[in-house]
């Protein structure tokens, strides 16, 4: 009974499953194939369109990027285009007198004919068939400082180059910009500001592959050459400098009844007598004059004094002074001397130096030969000229105080020591020619250090030592320079300065007019819309 009844409830569910099934509405599943494919549908259109503007952003940002390039492609070949037209324009040191009174006449009406070349070879327009890209360059320029002597003027240039880049069918542009900076000077020039230069006939090819011109700010791209000459250029007339160190107006000789006074000495026409005087009247010291050879001069730091010993023999000189408290002593053997003024800072030797070299200060106040080659000869921002008439032997290091070397280039903590040396090959009084010129002769170091300018007269710049490199921070000028063995490289600098704070009276200036370009660099690169 129970088995019956069991099957018969089993039937009935499955009849009502049944008829369940057969009252649902008909197409339920077609449906849902629809909305299935209606979302594929969706989906697919959706990623063709996102596809789609994938494709038009990534072409809108290769064209900018092209545009980019088009505009920064144009400044990189405008300004080698410069560049170039500049090295070009200054690669020849010597001018005739005439043209540089023609570029300090235009300077000084505010003209800037003087670089108007270089600002029509930066105007440049340029289309790259294959890439599309197309840019035009325009360059303007402005006159920022000009300083204009008698004998030379040194003008710097500020400037503007824009580039505007564009792709052949699109309307959009971009411009970029460079802000420059050109420096140079032109006429009877001080040497000091030449960082290497030489006669022609007195420079073997030999010679001029051992010499290295760098510039130790290397954002300045100038005064990387060996510069070269061909008629007289280093002046054999010290009377200018001279005069300045001696408190005399401006002799046109040098005569024993004039000289004599000035030392110090009872008036006459008597020959000065060998030996070491200090110039100074009733406003103080001046320079240091010298009569005859000297065998050794010494220069030193102690302390804060700037210490220079003169040897003659068994005689010996010493001057101390302190540039920061305006004190000066002057030793001899016979008396000391103090006074509340600084000296002139020119030493004149109507002789030859027979050792100019470092010396380290002793216990008594004087100087020894230095020991070692790490002992400064100058305090930092010294200003010192040394003038000879005959031939002048440095037999060590001569460098600054704080004189630093990072990644093989110097670096002063302070301001750059003017240190001149100097050799005339000529003598002060009786104007006959001498042998005159610069030796390097340090034979127990293997690099030399020489923080100068140094003006090699006479039969110019011998390199008798046996370093294998020697390191010049500062500038050469010689009538010839003798160095198959010894590398020489020229550290220079553009002097930031004003002439003025050159003291230009103790500088020395080249024979002839010069055109030297001093300095070009990129002072700033930027976008603009």
């Known amino acids: 009974m129970n088995i019956s009844r069991l099957f018969t409830q089993k039937i009935c569910e499955k009849f009502n499953r049944l008829l369940n099934r057969a009252q649902r509405p008909q197409g339920s599943v077609m449906m849902v194939c629809i909305l299935v494919m209606v979302l594929f549908l969706s989906l697919g259109v959706g990623l063709l369109i996102n596809s789609r503007l994938f494709l038009q ?36 040191p010597e001018i005739e007198e005439t043209l540089f009174l023609e570029i300090k006449e235009e300077l000084e009406a505010g003209h800037l004919s003087v670089i108007q070349p270089l600002l029509q070879a930066a105007a440049l327009s340029y289309q790259d068939d294959f890439s599309k890209m197309t840019w035009q360059t325009e360059a303007s320029g402005t006159l920022d400082k000009l300083f204009s002597f008698e004998s030379y003027v040194k003008a710097t240039f500020g400037l503007n180059i824009k580039s505007t880049g564009q792709v052949q069918g699109f309307s959009g542009k971009k411009s970029e910009q460079i802000s420059a900076e050109l420096t140079f000077l032109a006429g009877r020039l001080p040497l000091n500001q030449v960082p290497a230069i030489a006669s022609r006939e007195g420079l073997q090819e030999s010679t001029l592959n051992q010499i290295e011109v760098k510039n130790f700010q290397p954002e300045s791209l100038a005064g990387t050459q060996v510069k070269t000459v061909s008629g007289k250029f280093i002046p054999d007339n010290a009377l200018p400098l001279i005069s300045r160190g001696l408190k005399i107006f401006r002799p046109e000789k040098l005569p024993n009844w004039l000289l004599r006074p000035a030392l110090g000495l009872e008036p006459g026409n008597d020959p000065v007598p060998v030996g070491v005087y200090l110039i100074q009247d009733d406003l103080g010291p001046g320079g240091i004059y010298v009569q005859g050879d000297l065998d050794q001069l010494l220069l030193g730091v102690d302390n804060e004094f700037q210490v220079v010993q003169f040897q003659q023999e068994d005689r010996c000189w010493l001057l101390r002074f302190d540039p920061s408290a305006g004190i000066t002593f002057f030793i001899s053997q016979d008396v000391q001397q103090e006074f509340r003024q600084l000296p002139i800072p020119v030493i004149m030797i109507n002789g030859e130096i027979h050792s100019l070299a470092s010396g380290q200060p002793s216990q008594l106040g004087y ?69 005159g010129g610069i030796t390097l002769a340090n034979p127990s170091i293997e690099k030399g250090i020489i923080e100068a300018n140094l003006v090699a007269g006479g039969q110019g710049l011998e390199i008798a030592s046996s370093s294998k490199k020697i390191e010049l921070i500062g500038s050469v000028a010689a009538t010839a320079i003798d160095s198959d063995k010894t590398h020489l490289t020229v550290f220079s600098s553009p002097d930031e300065s004003s002439p003025e704070q050159l003291q230009p009276e103790l500088l020395v200036y080249s024979e002839r007019a010069l055109l030297h370009l001093s300095q070009i660099r990129i002072l700033e690169w930027r976008s603009v819309q």
């Open 57 to 92: 952003v990534q072409g809108l940002r290769k064209i900018s990027r092209l545009i980019s390039y088009a505009s920064e492609n144009g400044l990189k070949q405008t300004w080698a285009r410069f560049y170039s037209h500049a090295e070009e324009i200054f690669s020849e």
């Open 367 to 435: 100087l020894l030969p230095a020991e070692n080659e790490i002992a400064p000869a100058f305090l930092a921002g010294v200003r010192l000229t040394i003038v000879s008439s005959g031939k002048i032997n440095l037999t060590s290091n001569l460098f600054s105080e704080g004189l630093k070397w990072a990644e093989g280039l110097p670096y002063l903590k302070s301001q750059q020591s003017q240190v001149i040396i100097w050799s005339t090959g000529k003598d002060f009084q009786s104007e006959e020619l001498v042998d």
